[in-house]
């Protein structure tokens, strides 16, 4: 690939190459690699930081000034510049928008909320305590491995023949594993309810091993056994 296809300086000031430059991965990225998400985070907390200092007033407010002060422009053109992925309409970047919009606030009134009763969920089924506690050391492993693992290009080993290099191949190896330590699908289910729920699991473990059961319950309940 030309290198002037990516790189802005390898375009030598043609503007034509300069406009159709693809120097930044797309914004949609920053959903599916952490490291993409880190790098946007500590951006968007040191300009922030920046306005709050500088120009006493938040970053969000000061984008969405009219009337902007020499010194204002200066710092809105240097942001634009260094936003680090590309903020272009392309169709997943506008599916990313649209969805953040749809849960503006919605996170945090839940969070604030806090009275989801997650009980409904449960069969009831009375489990087994020492496979409860083996699937907490587990979700222990599956935190300490997803943080090794930086897209597709980290490799880690565990006691298994297998070779854990990807966030795909991590939550197969935890759902296998986590069927072994308990067959039974209502009993691993509300155990992993239960450690969700109950005492602040990891998100992306409960949903990779629960998620599929947890839709199905709820589909139960609307529908009855189709």
Known sequence: ????????????GDKFLQSICVDKKP??????????????LSFLKETETTALVEYKTELKILLNKINL?????????????KYPFGTAGCAMNRICNYIEL???????RLKKGNDFDYTFLLSG??????KYNTIAKLQE???SYNTKIKGYKYTITSDTEEVLDSKEQLNRYIRQEIKEICPDEDE?????LDLHYRHGGNNQFFWSCAGKYIIERLEKMVYGDL
């Open 69 to 81: 002060n020499k010194k204002e422009k200066k710092f809105i053109e240097y942001y634009n510049s």
């Open 27 to 40: 914004y949609f990225m920053t959903y599916i690699y952490d490291d993409y998400r880190q790098k946007l």
């Open 1 to 12: 690939m030309p290198k002037y296809w990516y790189n802005y300086k390898a375009c030598e």
């Open 125 to 130: 089924i009375v489990y087994d305590e020492d």
């Open 102 to 108: 749809a849960f503006m606030n919605y996170v945090p």
């Open 141 to 143: 492993d599956y935190v």
């Open 188 to 192: 691993r289910t509300d155990i992993l």
